[in-house]
């Protein structure tokens, strides 16, 4: 079946630092990409969905400057959390189209930023 | 009124148990409807589609009433290994066109021997 792959895992980071995290659609092209954070005990909120060759479209309160989605191909979508402080500290995880109601999801990245 | 409410459990039942889990979702467009399983620090997992006809895979039967705009999920036979949180998720997809999935908190389940 359709796979993606997310890397890193697991990122430790300080604080004001910034951390890349990549999805990669294994074999298929995945032309729409959802970036999904999930705080403690709370449910996956969507911050983003991020289209191949053009800007991601960021939901209200998720700030496009700090977090930054690049899709410039049909198999790589990425995260840059800028400057990142404690309050960043939570699950990213991504998750791909794969055909008309299919979704993937990547395997996620734990973030803590001390 | 939240988007997709779910009661968050924990529900603590013994093997074997038959145990409900309920859904409702706000919006009247909502497209298509899913569980999903997820395990502590995993990522959410498939676990099945929700059909308006209902529909069933082995142990596992969901129910769609769209009227009431109610989910269900119903575990026949609970194994240890059925402990995981479910999460009752809805794709709103606008104008037929394929959306994004909205997540609920997720009913946590926790079966003992």
């Known amino acids: 079946g359709a796979v993606v792959s997310q890397h890193p895992s697991r990122v430790i980071c300080k604080s004001g630092t910034s951390v890349k995290i990549e999805c990669r659609s294994l074999d298929f092209q995945a032309t729409t990409m959802f970036w999904y954070r999930q705080f403690p005990k709370q449910s996956l909120m969507l911050m983003a969905t991020?289209?191949?060759?053009?800007?991601?479209?960021?939901e209200q309160g998720v700030e496009k400057d700090k977090f930054l989605i690049n899709h410039a191909s049909l198999t790589l979508s990425t995260l840059t959390v800028t400057s990142a402080h404690p309050e960043d500290s939570s699950f990213y995880i991504c998750?791909?189209?794969?055909?008309?109601?299919?979704?993937?999801f990547g395997s996620g990245t734990r973030l803590t930023v001390v | 009124r939240k988007e997709v409410e779910q009661d968050p459990g924990p529900f603590n039942v013994p093997e074997g148990a038959t145990v409900a889990f309920n859904c409702t979702y706000s919006?009247?467009?909502?497209?298509?409807f899913f569980w999903y399983r997820q395990d502590c620090r995993k990522e959410p997992k498939l676990l099945m589609s929700v059909y308006s006809s209902g529909n069933e895979d082995g142990r596992f039967t969901a129910q769609l009433n769209r009227a009431s705009q109610y989910i269900s999920l119903l575990i026949r036979d609970s194994k240890l290994s059925d402990s995981a949180t479910y999460l009752c998720v809805v794709n709103q997809g606008y104008g037929g066109s394929q959306g994004n999935l909205i997540f609920g908190k997720g009913t946590k389940l926790s079966v003992k021997p």
């Open positions: 998750s791909a189209m794969t055909g008309l109601y299919g979704y993937t």
């Open positions: 919006n009247s467009a909502s497209q298509s």
């Open positions: 991020s289209n191949e060759g053009s800007k991601a479209t960021y």
